[in-house]
């Protein structure tokens, strides 16, 4: 059973940094791809970054692009969202997630296995 852990998220002022850890378990198969997606209430989950299995590629949304950084550690199995110059409208439910095969992708539905999301709130 392939189980997905968030934590990492807070409170923090706008300017600030953060870092979520996604820790993943009970993969059977070799090719994946692990995506970061928020949802800020009354919007719709939106991806913010992913990275591929096969050779680390990463792909961030444009909204995060020189302020996120996704990385993996794969002695730990832990995927991190490095998140620096936090501005209020980065606030939302953070989530982890996998789907089968290494492109990456921004598209929730294509995503098999959900964690149970980290609450990140930045005051301005």
């Known amino acids: 059973e392939v189980q997905l852990v968030e934590s990492g998220g807070g409170l923090v002022q706008a300017g600030g940094s953060l870092r979520l850890s996604c820790a993943a378990s009970?993969?059977?198969?070799?090719?994946?791809?692990i995506g970061w997606f928020r949802q800020a209430p009354g919007k719709e989950r939106e991806g913010v970054s992913c990275?591929?299995?096969?050779?680390?590629?990463?792909y961030y949304v444009d909204s995060v692009k020189g302020r996120f950084t996704i990385s993996s550690d794969n002695a730990k199995n832990t995927v991190y969202l490095q998140m620096n110059s936090l501005k209020p409208e980065d606030t939302a439910i953070y989530y982890c997630a996998v789907k089968r095969g290494y492109s990456g992708s921004y598209y929730p539905w294509e995503y098999d296995w959900w964690g149970q999301g980290t609450q990140v709130t930045v005051s301005s």
């Open positions: 990275i591929s299995s096969n050779d680390g590629s990463t």
């Open positions: 009970g993969f059977t198969f070799d090719d994946y791809a």
